[in-house]
């Protein structure tokens, strides 16, 4: 993208794609509103792999934290999310109430979701 800028390109006529996998974390649990389900997310999965698991049908497409499909509200938080997205604004990720379950963790005493 910047070289394609350095030589005077438009932003139309520039593509690119960003491929990403979700980074694995501690462990952690969720609780899902508008299902009724508490969920345990390991370390070794998204939490977009662990509410699947659950048998939740949550949206998704890239699951990369790119498109902005898995976009979800934060209900309640007791700790910390730890944002890996490429979607939310910085604005948005401080203000603790989205999170892209395809690849965020939380390090939480509590997170409720609006799923």
Known sequence: ERAAKAAGWADS???????????VGEPFDVYLSRTDLAVHVPSERSL?????????????????????????????????????DHWLSDVEKAGGKKIMPCVSRAGCTRLVLDR
Do not use: K, M, W
Request: glycine letters at 10%.
């Open 48 to 84: 977009l792999e662990a509410i699947e698991a659950a048998g939740v049908d949550a949206p998704y497409l890239c699951r990369g934290g790119v498109c902005g499909q898995c976009e979800t509200d934060v209900l309640e938080l007791e700790g910390e999310l730890f944002h890996n």
């Open 13 to 23: 006529h520039i593509h690119s794609e960003q491929f990403t996998v979700p980074p």
